[in-house]
């Protein structure tokens, strides 16, 4: 209900006006009367009326002084002025300065009426757009850290309005005050949260870290964070211009004090200094791309851009050599030798010091491997890697926080091969090809031995043995043969052999030569110039 206070000098009209309308049904109530301007003003704000009805000719204090001293408050009133015929034109000046309307005297109460009606319709809708105000400004305030977060992540990737002037004004309006000479990204994660179950502890720790850092730096320089799209936290630090250095020592500082006082490490990866908003970007990706060589280095360090940009071998650690080693191995079926490959493997890319895009390419290489021999064997790679949520294999490997990590995937998905192709219920002609094998990895070294031998060991007939051993393996009797030779040679110049012709005969080869030739067609590169390369 509508609040009225009456401003007239005459005792009766005042009266007159306070019973010529049903008030209350109408949604007012008459909240206080005076008899002149100055009287009115004094009760002003005790009433503090919704509408003043006010007479323009009054002793003291007339009705245009009043409103205009009135109008100086903050309350928001609104004014009818009531005047007589003579004062027609003092009347249009004072709605010239904010006055609703007018009604002349004597009161037409229809007149009234309306004219009270009109301006309790805009009252509401003045009263309705204030609170639709207050409501998107608590709106607004409530949803101020997500407008930051959006903000900030708009920066870091490089697709927001970067420049200078609209930076400043969008940061003063999010409360953030950030401006130096240069500005440096840095970006925290934990290395592991297998330790926690729940989702909330997991929430905790997070903030945990992250009042950890605040602590750190707010002290020292200007700053402002968020957590990127992998809820990784992520602080754009401000520094002065010879400053640029001290990241490391305090990244450090934050490291040892989360390991300290929550018993989990992280990983912090440091960009590098940029005088422009607009780099901001340059020195999250260059943070993020130090963070990515945890995977190689290990976690529970910092990282520094700098420190790692020029580094890592830039060739691949999966050579011809590898590849051909590793996919006999699998054909022959033998764990213990898959094993020896990838310690050998591993361990070359640890001591090569292999840059991660490269590691992430040899991994992609194994695997093909696996494809390539799964192919050969007529199986499915499908029915051997089924994780549905794991089919973009190169984000799938890319998402490895460790080196140890993606060794421990890679000896699984091996054993998983071998373990589906060779693993089978073995049938009749599955176990004389096993019995082949065997009798090939007995006398291999025997210059001698024809596949008219094997036949007679397995009790079998000549083509027939070769159709199915072809069958079951994909491969010749002879070049299974082979490959074993070669393979067995391999491991002799591993161990030191270096005559040639000694090994050739020790594996059962007459002809140095031709087991020359059949040496570089499985490995790649002649006898001598291997023996060279291990030496």
């Given amino acids: 209900m509508l609040k009225v206070l009456i401003v007239d000098d005459e005792y009766y009209f005042r009266q007159a006006l306070k019973i010529s309308l049903p008030w209350e049904e109408l949604g007012f109530r008459i909240a206080g009367e005076a008899k002149n301007g100055q009287d009115a003003l004094s009760i002003m704000s005790e009433v503090n009326p919704d509408i003043v009805l006010v007479d323009i000719n009054m002793p003291i204090m007339d009705g245009m002084e009043f409103i205009q001293r009135a109008k100086q408050s903050e309350q928001e009133t609104k004014f009818i002025m009531l005047t007589g015929q003579s004062e027609f034109t003092y009347a249009k000046m004072a709605v010239q300065l904010g006055v609703f309307n007018y009604v002349l005297k004597p009161i037409d109460e229809d007149e009234l009426r309306n004219s009270l009606l009109e301006i309790k319709s805009l009252i ?96 020292t320089y200007p700053y402002t964070s968020c957590h990127d799209n992998n809820d990784r936290y992520v602080m754009i630090i401000g520094l002065p211009a010879d400053n640029n250095d001290q990241m490391e020592s305090i990244s450090e500082a934050i490291r040892r004090a989360v390991q300290t006082n929550l018993g989990c490490t992280l990983t912090i990866g440091i960009g590098n200094g940029y005088p422009s908003f607009e780099s901001i970007s340059v020195s999250y990706q ?54 020896e490959w990838l310690v050998t493997y591993f361990k070359y890319a640890r001591t090569k010091n292999a840059s991660i895009e490269m590691i992430y390419v040899s991994a992609l290489e194994i695997v093909s491997t696996c494809l390539e021999f799964l192919d050969e064997m007529s199986q499915s790679f499908e029915d051997v890697f089924q994780d549905k949520d794991q089919t973009d294999i190169v984000q799938f490997i890319q998402q490895m926080n460790t080196f140890g990590e993606l060794e421990s995937w890679i000896r699984n998905l091996l054993l998983k091969v071998i373990a589906h192709v060779h693993g089978k219920k073995q049938n009749r002609a599955a176990k004389v090809v096993d019995e082949v094998k065997s009798y090939i990895q007995s006398h291999y070294g025997n210059e001698e031995l024809r596949i008219i031998d094997l036949a007679m060991s397995v009790h079998m007939n000549y083509n027939h043995l070769c159709y199915v051993f072809k069958k079951e393996t994909s491969i010749t009797i002879n070049d299974y043969l082979t490959e074993i030779r070669i393979s067995k040679a391999k491991g002799l110049f591993d161990q030191g052999e270096k005559i040639v012709q000694h090994v050739a005969s020790q594996v059962g080869y007459a002809d140095a030569n031709y087991f020359g030739k059949c040496f570089k067609k499985v490995i790649g590169i002649t006898p001598s110039k291997y023996v060279n390369n291990i030496q």
Avoid: C
């Fill in 124 to 219: 509401y809708k003045e009263q309705s757009v204030r609170q639709d105000y207050e409501r998107l400004k608590n709106q607004a305030k409530a949803n101020m850290p997500m407008l930051k977060e959006q903000l900030l992540n708009e920066w870091l990737h490089g697709s927001g309005a970067l420049d200078p002037v609209s930076s400043i004004e969008r940061l003063q309006y999010l409360g953030i005050t950030l401006h130096a000479p240069l500005y440096v990204v840095i970006v925290v994660d934990i290395d592991s949260q297998d330790d926690v179950v729940s989702r909330e502890d997991k929430y905790i720790r997070k903030l945990a870290v992250q009042n950890i850092a605040q602590e750190m730096i707010q002290s």
């Fill in 286 to 339: 260059e943070a993020l791309y130090a963070l990515k060589h945890r995977f190689v280095l290990g976690g529970n360090q910092v990282i520094h851009h700098s420190m790692i940009a020029e580094s890592g071998m830039k060739v691949s650690v999966f050579s011809v050599e590898s590849r051909v080693g590793l996919l006999m191995s699998m054909r022959i079926g033998n764990i213990s030798e898959i094993e």
